[in-house]
């Protein structure tokens, strides 16, 4: 048997097992840090998959759970609601950008977009007038459930299901100097009347490469879905919760999405929990004595107490912490390190929106599939720096409380990379 030389029966996400037999345990966790089974610190350069904010068990976060521990556990989220859910959703409102007036729980960042493309779709069903056309933008990721991964890029990580995946509509990526053929794109899908939501990743597009646009683009494309009544569905379940510099990324453009998903930093990374966020007309088109115009949907786990505690808790560190200051300061001190890159020619895109930094390496062949990216992922972490390169983008989104000596480290091992690969050794 293949896997028999496997001791442990757990199937890990995104991992080819029979090029990573063996994965080391983590048995706790620490600020910017990692500890691994044999007591090494590890520099958790791109915040466990993007859901620490602030550090890991931050202790307002982590004593808010201990608490609602002593009352809740979960609790059917219809028939019955909760004080922690209540709070978090009256304490969102206030945070988001104005205009949205009403919120959804799920559980993860994929459902938090399910849901929100349901909402879309419900919105103009229950107007009598149908729409179901989806436009999203190249190079996107939404998700990996049937759904999500429709909306997203198709590749390597979706060839298999294809069959399976609905059609959409696909904006060419908003390159400087190629911004009006992405407008123009948009334009001619909405002109049609049957596209229901514009469904795009604010600022940044994450794992499609920490692609990068200006804030005034998004302004633009609200202005014209607006005019075609096409709903706007901002996914900032990544760049939401300080990650590009502010709170949410659209407040950078001025924009409120008529839907906004927002999961990973939502418990400064502690829990898993998710949340839609939705203007008055969406739910208001769902309401009516006819139960048939019903929102139907739920997931078991809805607005886990414990979670949704977490949340809360998360909100008040957001008030009574210096957390804009560290994050502009982290901003700050990536923009110092990333200088010196932009002008070496090992290096091209040299990027950074907030607290996120990207660059490519110019090595090898571009995409995921890069064999780059297996190479310099095994090289950080012999040095015990937690870096996840997509393909030949190799990108920093570290918690809030790295200092400036973990990123000297961590842009230190860029270099020396970019040295071994340049003298064939890498
Ligand atoms: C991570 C991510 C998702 C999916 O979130 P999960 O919690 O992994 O389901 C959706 N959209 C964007 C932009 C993401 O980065």
Redesign the pocket.
């Known amino acids: 048997m293949i896997g028999s030389y496997r001791t442990s029966p757990v199937w890990h996400p995104f991992t080819q097992h029979r090029l990573d037999p063996v994965l080391k345990k983590i048995i706790r966790t620490e600020g910017a840090y990692l500890i691994d089974e044999d007591e090494r610190p590890v520099l958790d350069a791109i915040s466990s998959w993007?859901v620490i904010t602030h550090q890991h068990r931050h202790p307002t976060i982590i004593e808010a759970i201990g608490t609602a521990l002593e009352r809740f556990d979960q609790i059917i989220f219809a028939e019955y609601s909760h004080e922690p859910a209540e709070e978090l959703a009256k304490g969102l409102i206030l945070l988001a950008p104005p205009g949205l007036a009403h919120v959804f729980f799920s559980d993860?960042?994929?459902?938090s977009?399910e849901v929100a493309l349901k909402m879309a779709l419900g919105f103009f069903h229950n107007g009598g007038a149908p729409r179901s056309r989806i436009v999203v933008m190249e190079h996107s990721?939404?998700?990996?459930t049937i759904g999500?991964m429709s909306a997203g890029a198709r590749g390597i990580f979706n060839a298999a299901y294809e069959p399976l995946l609905f059609d959409v509509d696909t904006l060419p990526f908003p390159a400087p100097g190629r911004e009006q053929d992405t407008l123009d794109a948009l334009e001619r899908f909405c002109r049609e009347g049957k596209v229901a939501a514009l469904l795009i990743?604010p600022l940044v597009l994450?794992?499609g490469g920490m692609k990068m646009y200006a804030p005034h683009l998004l302004a633009e494309f609200q202005r014209i879905t607006e005019r075609y009544g096409t709903l706007l569905i901002a996914?900032e379940?990544?760049?939401g919760w300080g990650r590009t510099g502010t709170l949410f990324a659209c407040e950078q453009s001025g924009v409120t999405a008529d839907i906004l998903?927002t999961?990973?930093g939502i418990t400064g990374g502690a829990l898993p929990l998710?949340a839609t966020l939705c203007t008055p007309e969406i739910f208001d088109a769902h309401l009516s004595e006819d139960r048939s115009r019903t929102f139907f949907h739920s997931s078991s786990y809805t607005a886990n107490p414990i979670a949704c505690a977490a949340a809360l808790a998360n909100l008040d560190v957001w008030r009574d912490e210096p957390v804009v200051g560290r994050i502009q300061a982290l901003a700050e001190m990536h923009r110092e390190r990333l200088a010196p890159f932009r002008s070496d020619p090992r290096f091209v895109n040299v990027r950074q929106q907030g607290t996120i930094a990207a660059l490519d390496i110019m090595a090898g062949t571009k995409g995921y599939l890069s064999e780059v990216g297996p190479k310099l992922r095994t090289f950080f972490r012999q040095r015990d720096i937690l870096l996840r390169p997509l393909g030949n983008v190799i990108y920093l989104m570290p918690p809030y409380c790295v200092t400036a000596s973990d990123l000297d480290r961590a842009y230190e091992a860029i270099l020396e990379a970019a040295d071994l690969i340049e003298t064939g050794a890498l």
Do not use: I, L, N, R
Not at 108 to 111: A, Q
């Open positions: 993007w993860s960042g994929s459902t977009v990721y939404h998700g990996d999500t990743e994450g794992a996914d379940v990544m760049t998903c999961s990973k998710a």
